[in-house]
């Protein structure tokens, strides 16, 4: 379970956008249910342990258990059954569901991908997801390809002049000259690593950090100023990838101007989107089936990582 993507913290969805109804997501292949009660917000696989229909299609009720919508058993957040109805002799202590340790940090849920344990350590989220008094505006875009394509492409400095000439890309491009060099600094971080780009010896000031498993944070250099752009990016199932952008930053808050950063991070995504999806094999390949140079030295720690540690990946428990 949860092969390739098991036993991290991984962000999911925002969560205002769980309501008063069960909301399914999927993640690596699996079908979640989030829900909501008194203490926040719990994740349970989308599966009732009795005939396995998908409690999202249930609902939550006013003590924030969940009931199935087939033979209305009913669990709590931690999974536990508390009702078997017509059956009051049930040995409900065996009839539980599976949740998920989950988090709240900022305005997001956070889950851990080993169903029925207890997460070995507390989830690192990037400062601008969780730092007082910032704006943020999310953006979500379905992709099809392995996630392994789009985190890559996150990290990937090289490409800016050419997918975003007209809009991340554009400085880039303008500087560039026919013998133009790129040097791309990885600096080992706790959570992942930190990339700074120069060109011709020069960087810009802004710089780009990734945080295990799939998150990015490029920090656009403006003086005095917090403007960060995240790039959240999950795996849903082996084609298909939830990309989530966030704006983080601490000017230009208003409500109003959420539209507008809203579509510049719309139009960067969909840059990006008709290139990444052209890649062939869908996921990564070792990095000795593809040619690489000095300027791929992020993606290529990204690929040490996912060889090394995530793609082995199985979580146990579960059923
Ligand atoms: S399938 Fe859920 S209660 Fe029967
Ligand atoms: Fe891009």
Same mark, same amino acid.
């Given at each position: 379970?949860?092969?390739?993507?098991?036993?991290?913290w991984t962000p999911l969805?925002?969560?205002r956008r769980v309501g008063r109804a069960p909301l399914r997501v999927m993640l690596?292949?699996?079908a979640l249910v989030l829900f909501r009660h008194a203490e926040g917000v719990s994740a349970l696989l989308d599966r009732c342990p009795h005939r396995g229909a998908a409690l999202s299609l249930g609902q939550v009720c006013a003590d924030g258990t969940i009931e199935c919508p087939f033979h209305g058993w009913r669990f709590d957040r931690t999974g536990a059954n508390v009702q078997v109805p017509l059956d009051p002799g049930a040995r409900r202590e065996h009839l539980g569901a599976v949740a998920l340790p989950t988090r709240i940090l900022g305005e997001m849920v956070w889950v851990y991908t080993a169903p029925g344990a207890v997460a070995p350590e507390e989830p690192v989220a990037p400062e601008g997801l969780t730092a007082p008094g910032l704006a943020r505006t999310y953006v979500e875009r379905i992709w099809d390809c392995h996630w392994t394509r789009a985190m890559e492409n996150m990290l990937d400095s090289p490409h800016l002049p050419?997918?975003? %000439?007209?809009?991340?890309?554009?400085?880039? #491009?303008r500087r560039m000259t026919p013998t133009s060099q790129m040097e791309i600094d990885w600096q080992p971080t706790a959570a992942g690593g930190r990339v700074v780009a120069a060109l011709d010896g020069r960087s810009g000031g802004g710089s780009l950090e990734f945080f295990r498993p799939n998150m990015m944070a490029l920090t656009i250099p403006i003086p005095?100023?917090?403007?960060?752009?995240?790039?959240?990016?999950?795996?849903?199932?082996?084609?298909?990838?939830?990309?989530?952008?966030?704006a983080s930053r601490d000017f230009a808050r208003s409500r109003l101007l959420e539209p507008l950063f809203a579509r510049s991070n719309r139009r960067i995504a969909d840059e990006?989107? %008709?290139?990444?999806?052209?890649?062939?094999? #869908?996921e990564i390949p070792p990095a000795g089936q593809e040619r690489s140079v000095a300027t791929d030295a992020a993606t290529l720690q990204f690929r040490k990582y996912y060889f090394e540690v995530l793609r082995t990946s199985r979580a146990s428990g579960g059923r």
């Open positions: 379970m949860f092969e390739g993507f098991a036993n991290v969805v925002e969560v690596a292949g699996e050419f997918v975003h %000439r007209r809009t991340i890309g554009r400085l880039l #491009r005095r100023r917090h403007f960060r752009i995240h790039a959240l990016v999950t795996p849903m199932d082996a084609q298909t990838t939830r990309l989530t952008l966030v990006d989107q %008709r290139v990444v999806e052209s890649a062939r094999p #869908r």
